[in-house]
């Protein structure tokens, strides 16, 4: 008899060093449709480190979440613009926990809405952000280079967030 291997443990770190951004746009890069540019990273984790968290097997970054928040008309925004996790570490709920790490700590900083997109055909990514309670605010046509649709989805942080 086999003994059935064992999933490895992964922690959970924040955003510290410009050592990890190239452990952080490798996963993107193998992850996302959309090309990033080294500067979008670097505008996203230099303004808001404090919103970018990494999952991490060892020394190995296997999942990735990169937000901001700024204002928005009148009201605050939280903006999720990246969420990644590496295939084989899939389906352990690991990039549900980054969202959960980057929902609370928006709210904390007093956000009152979060927002992203996502492909329209990604049933994988509508799944999770719908069990996290956010909702389909509007598709946008064509809105990625590939030329696939995307939903806008939007979580009210006052009365859809426990605390």
Known sequence: ??????PPIV????????????CIVR???NDLSEPYSIYTYRYFIYNWPSLCFMAMDGETCVGVVICKLDQHKDRIRGYIA????AKE??????GSSLVQMCIHAMKDQKADE???????TNQGALGLYQRLGFI??????RYYLNGVDA??????????VKN
């Open 114 to 120: 979060i927002v992203l997109e996502t492909e329209y």
């Open 11 to 22: 922690h959970y770190v924040g955003y510290t060093s410009e050592l990890q951004l190239p």
């Open 151 to 160: 939903f806008r989805l939007k979580l009210f942080c006052k009365t859809m």
């Open 82 to 85: 990246m969420l990644a996790v």
């Open 89 to 94: 570490y899939r389906k352990r709920a690991i």
């Open 1 to 6: 008899m086999s003994t059935p291997a064992v």
């Open 27 to 29: 996963l993107v890069e």
């Open 136 to 141: 389909r605010d509007k598709r946008l046509y």
